[in-house]
C-alpha cells in the first residue's frame, strides 16, 4: 500500500509532466516553489540561475517557439 509521502510525490511528478506537455507558462509557475532556482549546465555556457521571476519572463519568450512538446 502506497503511503502518502509516495502519493505526494507520485501526484506531484504527474503535474510536473503534465504541466511541461501543456508547453504554458502558468501551468509550469504553478507546479514550482516559491523559491525555485533553475541553474542550466554546462556551466561553460554562463547562463544565469533563474528564480521565479526570471524564469518567467524568460519562458514567456520561448513559448511561443516550439509546440507539440511532449515529455517522455
Known amino acids: 500500500m502506497p503511503t502518502t509521502l509516495t502519493t505526494t510525490m507520485r501526484q506531484t511528478t504527474d503535474a510536473f509532466i503534465h504541466a511541461w506537455e501543456e508547453w504554458k507558462v502558468d501551468p ?8 525555485c532556482i ?10 544565469p540561475d533563474r528564480n521565479n521571476d526570471d524564469f518567467r519572463k524568460w519562458f514567456g519568450g520561448v513559448e511561443e517557439l516550439l509546440s507539440n512538446c511532449k515529455v517522455s
Do not use: K, T, Y
Request: hydrophobic fraction near 55%.
Open 28 to 35: 509550469i509557475m504553478a507546479v514550482r516553489a516559491p523559491e
Open 38 to 47: 533553475i541553474s542550466q549546465f554546462p556551466i561553460s555556457l554562463q547562463i
